[in-house]
């Protein structure tokens, strides 16, 4: 499946894996093993969201947030692994804590030193509710790093159609009436929140446009829209 990835997107992870790889390892068999492994799990077939095009949209928004981010080593590790394992069905935490799983076997390999494992960890169980603790509310690189994996709700409408449309895939086996109360109560959930994004730059961009899209969704989840509620999207991990 790795050689279906667009060259561009395929030349963008593995140029950027390989570069924070390389502040840990001068092996290029460790590298070559992890940069493969990382293209094949992404583009694993009952995965149509949480593929590469996640990673690298994440890794992107990264890029341009580099001057408020204080460790983009950790950043860029909890994006690459929080989605390492996704398996829609899977019960409640079970991906993220595999997820998490895949990454110390990772860490332990290269090694990578225990400060920064315990960072990566937090930050993937922070996408399992998408909200911060007490003691959390200072971290901008969480507030960031969870920006990034919601922005996906802010797009302009049609590419919010695309989104929605692929986790509908990802759960292909839901029969429709069960997928929709389930999507309908992942999204009221969410709007029900006093803010979607963390940082400012984000909810100041984003805020506005993702409260219309989930109205929107929620709509035709009720039977209110004008489309196939067939279409319509679902997933834990948003």
């Known amino acids: 499946m790795a050689s279906e990835i667009t060259s561009p997107e395929k030349?963008?992870?593995t140029t950027t894996f390989t570069t924070?790889?390389?502040?840990?390892?001068?092996?290029?068999?460790?590298?070559?093993?992890?940069?493969?492994l990382l293209l094949t799990t992404y583009t694993e077939p009952h995965r149509?969201?949480?593929t590469t095009t996640h990673v690298t949209t994440m890794l992107q928004h990264l890029e341009y947030s580099l001057p408020q981010i204080n460790n983009p080593t950790a950043v860029t590790l909890a994006i690459i692994f929080h989605n390492w394992e996704y398996i829609p069905h899977s019960?409640?935490?079970?991906?993220?804590?595999?997820?998490?799983?895949?990454?110390?076997?990772?860490?332990?390999?290269?090694?990578?030193?225990?400060?920064?494992?315990?960072?990566?960890?937090?930050y993937i169980l922070a996408t399992i509710s998408h909200k911060l603790d007490a003691e959390d509310g200072e971290d901008g690189d969480l507030r960031l790093f969870l920006d990034f994996d919601l922005e996906v709700l802010g797009r302009e409408r049609g590419a919010y159609e695309i989104y929605r449309e692929q986790i509908r895939k990802e759960y292909v086996n839901l029969r429709d009436e069960v997928?929709?109360?389930g999507r309908k109560c992942v999204l009221e959930r969410l709007l029900?929140?006093?803010?979607?994004?963390?940082s400012e730059r984000f909810y100041e961009r984003f805020e506005k446009r993702a409260r219309e899209n989930l109205m929107w969704e929620i709509g035709i989840l009720k039977g209110q829209g004008v489309e196939s509620v067939d279409w319509v999207l679902m997933g834990s991990g948003f």
């Open 11 to 13: 030349a963008y992870l």
């Open 20 to 36: 924070l790889l390389q502040q840990f390892t001068t092996s290029p068999i460790t590298i070559q093993k992890w940069t493969t």
């Open 48 to 50: 149509h969201y949480h």
């Open 91 to 122: 019960p409640p935490r079970f991906n993220e804590e595999q997820s998490i799983v895949h990454f110390e076997f990772f860490a332990a390999e290269l090694p990578l030193p225990s400060p920064l494992i315990q960072t990566v960890k937090k």
């Open 179 to 181: 997928y929709r109360e």
């Open 192 to 198: 029900a929140r006093d803010r979607l994004f963390f």
